[in-house]
């Protein structure tokens, strides 16, 4: 069995084999008791634990719900594993679990760090309660993994299907996986997204294909985590890429997982690359990776002097394909209007296509009116056209250089177009 590479550096060679070959040794429940160890016993989860409190003791409840959304995601027939249970091990004071046993000499977790063997983890107490579910979520989805598909994946997938499936949401008694967090505060100490947006303003992005590539040692390092939870963020919430991502769960622990991933992608890899490249410059709390997806389809009708046409723009959706096609070195007039809905707490804000200049996003106008000219066949590692946009607001005259399909949307982020409404109209005549 693998070891998770969370922690893989932390091991030498024999005690990787040692660990890789044998299953976690036999607890003593009475000697973690006398070393002031409590158990907790839940249908999916016994938890060893010296930290008190209501929501410690509601873990096992959260976990009981996981596990029937861990069989759900992979195809798993919870029915025939009524018995199986994970065993997690929460820890404030370690020289209690070292004591007890709990905490074995070859299980190499830092101070900070969590790790997973076969059916059990170890995580560190955190200082808020929604962090503390994160990473036990995180390490369960790698022991259900283990437990139950026999592997977990390259490290790419490894470590984005635990960071995926561990960002949840836990509200009234229920709880959802895969969730996007909506603001800071609702996931704090998470730092997935504000480390992207770092990096991306440092020019550190990371490339799709570099993440697939990731060795078994890259996560020895904080910025890995968010790439992969981005990129399996991405890849399970697009309706165009959702049902091929989900067939990989069949080619788990295949020594060609990665081959097969790209044989799945190839026809689409140029725009899939391209809305990597829109999410990782665009990501916000709240990222609405079906509201973003863009139809990338080639556009056949050209605008003209006596025939100018006219498109309607959603206010509640990223780029959109308007269908026109427009020629390098021709001039353009794109003429807008129309009121629109950009917000509706703590009430309804109306926007026109000039945008509203109360609030900025992007260093412009909430609500304005934006443009791009994609061309047909974006030269390979490129920065998207859609990525530059230009600003039309009421009016202005585009000349594109590069012949291609022009896109419209309206400037906001991309975790606020569900609370939108309403759509604006854009003529386009050739000058």
Same mark, same amino acid.
Request: hydrophobic residues 40%; proline residues 7%; charged residues 25%.
């Given at each position: 069995?693998?070891i998770?590479p969370?922690?893989?550096?932390?091991?030498?060679?024999?005690?990787?084999?040692?660990?890789?070959?044998a299953?976690?040794?036999?607890i003593?429940?009475?000697?973690a008791?006398?070393?002031?160890?409590?158990?907790?016993?839940g249908?999916r989860?016994?938890?060893?634990?010296?930290?008190g409190?209501?929501?410690?003791?509601?873990?096992?409840?959260?976990?009981?719900?996981a596990?029937?959304?861990?069989?759900?995601?992979?195809?798993?027939?919870?029915?025939?594993?009524?018995?199986?249970?994970?065993?997690?091990?929460?820890?404030?004071?370690?020289?209690?679990?070292?004591?007890?046993g709990?905490?074995?000499?070859?299980?190499?977790?830092?101070?900070?760090r969590?790790?997973?063997?076969?059916?059990?983890?170890?995580?560190?107490?955190?200082?808020?309660e929604w962090?503390r579910?994160?990473?036990?979520?995180?390490?369960?989805?790698h022991?259900?993994?283990?437990?139950?598909?026999?592997?977990?994946?390259?490290?790419?997938?490894?470590?984005?299907?635990?960071?995926?499936?561990?960002?949840?949401?836990w509200?009234?008694? %229920?709880?959802?996986?895969?969730?996007?967090?909506?603001? %800071?505060?609702?996931?704090?100490?998470?730092g997935?997204?504000?480390?992207?947006?770092?990096?991306?303003?440092?020019?550190q992005?990371?490339?799709l294909?570099?993440?697939?590539?990731?060795?078994?040692?890259?996560?020895?390092?904080?910025?890995?985590?968010?790439?992969?939870?981005?990129?399996?963020?991405?890849?399970?919430?697009?309706?165009r890429?959702q049902e091929?991502?989900?067939?990989?769960?069949g080619?788990?622990g295949?020594?060609?997982?990665?081959d097969?991933?790209?044989?799945?992608?190839?026809?689409?890899?140029?725009?899939?690359?391209?809305?990597?490249?829109?999410?990782?410059?665009?990501?916000?709390?709240?990222?609405?990776?079906?509201?973003?997806?863009?139809?990338?389809?080639?556009?056949?009708?050209?605008?003209?002097?006596?025939?100018?046409?006219?498109?309607?723009?959603?206010?509640?959706?990223?780029?959109?394909?308007?269908?026109?096609?427009?020629?390098? +070195?021709?001039?353009y007039?794109?003429?807008?209007?129309?009121?629109?809905?950009?917000?509706?707490?703590?009430?309804?804000?109306?926007?026109?296509?000039? +945008?509203?200049s109360i609030?900025?996003?992007?260093?412009?106008?909430?609500?304005v009116?934006?443009?791009?000219?994609?061309?047909?066949?974006?030269?390979s590692?490129?920065?998207?056209?859609?990525?530059?946009?230009?600003?039309?607001?009421? +009016?202005?005259?585009?000349?594109?250089?590069?012949?291609?399909?022009?896109?419209?949307?309206?400037?906001?982020?991309?975790?606020?177009?569900?609370?939108?409404? +309403?759509?604006?109209?854009v003529?386009?005549?050739?000058?």
């Amino acid at each position: 069995m693998r070891i998770s590479p969370l922690t893989s550096l932390l091991l030498t060679t024999a005690m990787a084999a040692t660990v890789a070959a044998a299953t976690p040794p036999p607890i003593d429940d009475a000697r973690a008791a006398a070393a002031g160890v409590r158990k907790i016993v839940g249908r999916r989860l016994t938890l060893y634990t010296d930290v008190g409190g209501t929501e410690i003791d509601q873990l096992p409840a959260v976990f009981e719900q996981a596990f029937s959304q861990w069989c759900r995601y992979f195809g798993v027939d919870e029915s025939k594993h009524a018995d199986q249970r994970l065993t997690g091990c929460l820890m404030k004071d370690r020289d209690r679990f070292v004591a007890s046993g709990l905490l074995p000499p070859e299980v190499p977790v830092a101070k900070g760090r969590a790790y997973t063997w076969f059916d059990r983890f170890w995580v560190d107490e955190q200082p808020t309660e929604w962090y503390r579910r994160e990473l036990l979520l995180h390490e369960g989805t790698h022991a259900f993994m283990y437990a139950l598909l026999g592997d977990c994946g390259p490290p790419w997938y490894m470590e984005g299907m635990a960071e995926y499936l561990g960002t949840h949401r836990w509200q009234d008694g %229920r709880l959802t996986l895969g969730y996007v967090p909506r603001s %800071r505060e609702e996931s704090p100490r998470w730092g997935r997204i504000p480390t992207i947006q770092k990096l991306v303003a440092k020019h550190q992005a990371s490339t799709l294909r570099s993440i697939i590539e990731y060795s078994a040692d890259a996560h020895r390092q904080a910025e890995p985590y968010a790439w992969c939870w981005a990129a399996a963020m991405l890849l399970d919430r697009h309706p165009r890429y959702q049902e091929r991502f989900r067939q990989l769960i069949g080619d788990i622990g295949q020594p060609d997982f990665n081959d097969r991933f790209y044989r799945l992608f190839e026809p689409d890899w140029q725009p899939l690359c391209e809305e990597w490249q829109l999410l990782v410059t665009g990501i916000e709390y709240g990222y609405d990776v079906p509201r973003v997806a863009v139809d990338f389809a080639p556009a056949k009708q050209r605008p003209a002097a006596k025939s100018p046409r006219t498109v309607a723009v959603a206010a509640d959706r990223g780029w959109q394909n308007s269908g026109l096609r427009l020629d390098a +070195g021709k001039r353009y007039r794109l003429a807008a209007t129309g009121r629109y809905q950009v917000a509706k707490e703590p009430k309804i804000w109306w926007c026109e296509p000039g +945008g509203v200049s109360i609030r900025y996003y992007h260093g412009q106008p909430l609500g304005v009116l934006l443009a791009a000219v994609r061309p047909d066949h974006p030269t390979s590692g490129s920065l998207s056209a859609l990525v530059c946009p230009t600003v039309i607001g009421l +009016g202005t005259t585009l000349s594109p250089k590069e012949t291609g399909t022009l896109f419209l949307k309206i400037n906001d982020s991309a975790g606020e177009l569900a609370d939108n409404a +309403g759509e604006l109209s854009v003529r386009v005549s050739l000058e």
